[in-house]
């Protein structure tokens, strides 16, 4: 009974229900008294509890359990959903993000009980108490209606036990451990009766350990029994625990349980066996192990099986999608026979043909690749609400936050490194951005802040901006902290426009909130959210108007792998640039470079733009001085500059690959490419060289 | 088979630099190759040679004569790249000659301490001594850990 094939289902539809409860506490908060919504949260709830039982996850059931309990109070207009209330059911959302998170990792639900929020949820009830009743019926039978337990010495069992195990019963008893047997009913609706066995012996594991089971396992396992089974288990917890345990099990319908005592001097042992209830869980676990053997080793299955498969990374990929790959690839196979059929001469018309064919098919098949690497920016945005909802609760700010583009499609990869700078974003919008409601209410702005998370394509790249109408960025403070901070020095300082200033901002180490607080501020800053954005191809820009707000631009390539490049010569060496960052290319006579402090620079359209000798740059050897250079423009941000090149070979297409550990540290070079030849070129890193 | 009683033993590339010979783990051995074009890579250190494209991987070549301080690499018909792996990382490793896989025993290799030569004693794991002639053997991480 492996569940580890499940597993993958599992986590996947666990993320997409909690996310489904995310946006619907989001929306409950708002509307407190939509049924339509409440009854979506308590049904997603309730799924996320079968599940959670099914797969064995106890905690985890335990706690939606309890979360069901309070919606349904909800629900019946017992309890008002507040904001308070909302706060317990976002930290029970947490909780059950950890738990997913846990098993993702290691593939089991981990320990934490959080019994904080267990008590959160109970303290709601009980100020409901007298509805409690009826809801106990619903589903799980509830501890309470199991207090008859009977622990009177007439139910001692007589099951048939070999040799062995009686050994094993009576070196258990002797070191004071209980032997109990069980007998497990099923509710004769159940149909995975496999799968609850399974359960039921899982959580037997919890409390001792499992000797024998009838019918044998291998039979329970294969469902060859009819709705009850009887398991022999040795354990230090007391009946009633044990009972209380599995009836927790869903569809567990009753447990009968008697003491085992070893068959041939059953009279002996029965005094010690009902004092030894007290001692419970004196001994850990791990210790009964040794003492016992198993003869049964299918038994051992349940106990050993400890290291679970990882869950890998996914996409989930529209099939049309595939469909297309496929049909791609087909008629790549066509052209393929076809260029076999080519046999030298007087067919230079067909090889043409064949070869044009062969170019759209693999430009084709790299846009259907790609795009089946394109997840949502949703996938990102998604749990902005929330985080922001809380920001704003913890800040006391009046916040809003508007999103919109969600559904632009950006690369997988790029998808998993942008949450962290958009967060950082976000939060600096809403700490340093926002002026309190207060403030606001002074300067005669809108109460509410608002903070605007857009997404769109823009040509090869995606746009992602972080608005808010705040208070803007204040440049003579940065300036003044950038030289309290030598981050600049003050005669410097004087020269700078007010750009120069705003960039400042993402120099390492550099943050203006006066006070730190745990939500920014923490002396990580926007140095890292550049850091990371560059390393993602993309860019960052900030516009900001004093008093009315700031905008941070983010741009991001549409994809990692293969992009558009103009490959130039420099001596004789070939280099690539690429071609979304290149704005013009001119000829320019070598008596129309002037000087400035030295700096070779060229006027064009009115624009001062300096000159970089990549030959310099590059440590190529020198070539041919001639009359009149060829300038690639290229353009960074608002920054430009002109690579003086040797010659122009032509735009391909070219896949990016990198240097490898040991060439990681050459600045001026993002990558290496492979040309048609076989030979390698090396692609020019744009950020520094400019 | 016949290697059972030699346990302790252990396969090593020769290779050759100038007039000296060396010796490399060969379970650190990727693949060994023919000089070809060799795209430079400007500001890398010195004796990285550049970036080759083996079957469609970017991989960094290194000149051992350059790293040992010998006279600058001639390629001929003999230069070899030994392509070496450590820790999920290649480099190729420009020599002038690859000669035999060697089986030396352990016992047949040396200390190297107080021994003087112009190769850093960081890069020499030990000299082996197989029929006469002897063979440095040398410590590839420290080399390679020294590029980075």
Redesign the interface.
């Known amino acids: 009974m492996d569940m580890s094939q499940y597993l993958e289902i599992f986590i996947e539809e666990s993320k997409e229900h909690l996310q489904g409860l995310n946006e619907n506490l989001l929306q409950l908060e708002n509307e407190p008294e939509n049924m339509a919504i409440l009854n979506e949260i308590f049904r997603v709830a309730h799924t996320l509890k079968g599940m959670s039982g099914t797969m064995g996850f106890t905690r985890m059931q335990k706690l939606t359990h309890n979360m069901e309990n309070v919606l349904s109070e909800i629900r019946n207009g017992h309890i008002r959903a507040n904001s308070n209330l909302l706060d317990t059911l976002f930290k029970c959302l947490d909780a059950l993000e950890n738990y997913v998170n846990e098993i993702v990792n290691t593939g089991s639900e981990g320990t934490e009980e959080y019994n904080d929020i267990l008590i959160e949820l109970g303290e709601i009830l009980s100020r409901n108490s007298e509805t409690i009743e009826d809801k106990n019926k619903e589903n799980f039978v509830d501890t309470s209606s199991t207090s008859d337990i009977n622990v009177s010495n007439s139910d001692i069992s007589n099951i048939a036990l070999t040799e062995f195990e009686n050994n094993a019963v009576e070196s258990a008893i002797a070191r004071n451990f209980n032997v109990y047997e069980i007998a497990v009913f099923l509710n004769k609706s159940c149909v995975l009766k496999s799968a609850r066995a399974f359960i039921v012996f899982r959580t037997l594991e919890n409390y001792g350990e499992i000797i024998k089971a009838i019918p044998k396992v291998e039979d329970i396992e294969d469902e060859k029994f009819e709705f009850e089974f009887t398991v022999v288990v040795i354990s230090k917890e007391s009946k009633e625990a044990i009972k209380k345990g599995l009836l927790n099990i869903a569809e567990v319908e009753d447990i009968i349980i008697k003491n085992v005592v070893p068959q041939n001097n059953p009279s002996s042992l029965t005094d010690n066996i009902s004092g030894n209830v007290i001692h419970e869980n004196l001994i850990p676990k791990n210790t009964i192990q040794d003492t016992i053997y198993e003869e049964d080793s299918e038994v051992s299955k349940y106990s050993g099986n400890k290291s679970k498969p990882k869950a890998g990374k996914t996409v989930r990929v529209d099939i049309d999608r595939l469909d297309t790959l496929m049909n791609l690839v087909s008629e790549l196979i066509i052209v393929k026979t076809r260029l076999e059929g080519i046999d030298g001469e007087n067919n230079s018309q067909n090889y043409n043909e064949a070869v044009e064919y062969l170019e759209r098919i693999t430009t084709n098949i790299h846009d259907a690749v790609m795009k089946v690497r394109m997840v949502p920016v949703e996938r990102v945005f998604n749990r902005f609400p929330r985080m922001i909802r809380d920001l704003s609760r913890k800040l006391n700010k009046d916040i809003e936050l508007t999103m919109s583009g969600e559904e632009t499609e950006l690369d997988r990869t790029v998808i998993d490194e942008i949450g962290d700078p958009l967060i950082h974003l976000l939060r600096n919008a809403a700490d340093h951005g926002l002026e309190t409601t207060e403030e606001r209410i002074r300067k005669g702005k809108e109460k509410t802040g608002h903070i605007y998370l857009r997404a769109y394509q823009d040509g090869n790249n995606v746009i992602i901006e972080v608005e808010d109408d705040g208070n803007g960025i204040d440049t003579k403070k940065v300036l003044n902290k950038a030289i309290e901070k030598g981050t600049v020095s003050p005669e410097l300082a004087a020269n700078l426009s007010e750009q120069e200033i705003i960039e400042l901002l993402f120099k390492p180490s550099f943050s203006t909130s006066d006070n730190i607080s745990d939500i920014s501020g923490r002396g990580v800053g926007l140095d890292v959210v550049k850091t990371k954005i560059e390393a993602l191809g993309g860019d960052i820009e900030v516009k900001t108007t004093l008093g009315k707000g700031s905008k941070f631009i983010i741009c991001l390539p549409l994809t990692l792998a293969i992009i558009q490049a103009l490959m130039v010569k420099v001596g004789e060496?070939k280099y690539a640039i690429p071609l979304n960052t290149i704005q013009n290319i001119e000829d320019v006579k070598v008596s129309d470079i002037q000087y400035v402090q030295k700096q070779e620079v060229i006027v064009l359209r009115n624009q001062v733009i300096p000159i970089v000798r990549l030959d310099k740059?590059?440590?190529?050897q020198q070539s041919n001085q001639t009359d009149v250079i060829t300038v690639v423009i290229v353009k960074k941000g608002e920054k430009q500059a002109g690579f003086v090149v040797d010659g122009l070979i032509g735009q391909q297409e070219i896949v990016i690959?990198?240097?490898?550990?040991?060439?990681s540290?050459?600045?001026?070079?993002a990558g290496?490419t492979?040309l048609g030849d076989?030979?390698?070129?090396?692609i020019l890193d744009i950020n520094t060289l400019v | 088979m016949e290697n059972i009683s030699m346990a302790e033993s252990k396969q090593y590339v020769v290779f050759k630099l100038g007039n000296e010979e060396y010796g490399i783990d060969i379970q650190k051995v990727q693949i060994i190759e023919r000089i070809q074009?060799i795209?430079?890579?400007?500001?890398?250190p010195y004796f990285?040679k550049?970036?080759?494209?083996l079957r469609?991987?970017?991989?960094?070549v290194m000149s051992l004569r350059s790293k040992f301080g010998l006279e600058e690499d001639e390629y001929n018909d003999e230069t070899r790249i030994i392509i070496v792996g450590i820790e999920d990382?290649?480099?190729g490793m420009i020599v002038d000659q690859v000669k035999e896989v060697l089986q030396i025993p352990s016992e047949a290799i040396e200390n190297v301490q107080g021994f003087t030569s112009d190769i850093n004693f960081n890069f020499i794991q030990g000299v082996g001594k197989v029929n006469g002639h002897i063979v440095t053997l040398l410590n590839l991480k420290n080399i390679?850990d020294s590029?980075?």
Not at chain 2, 39 to 44: A, H, L, Q, W
């Open positions: 060496e740059v590059l440590d190529v690959k990198s240097l490898g550990k040991y060439l540290g050459i600045r001026m070079i290496a492979i076989g030979e390698v070129a090396l | 074009n795209t430079r890579v400007p500001k890398s990285i550049g970036v080759i494209n469609g991987e970017i991989i960094p990382n290649k480099i390679i590029t980075v």
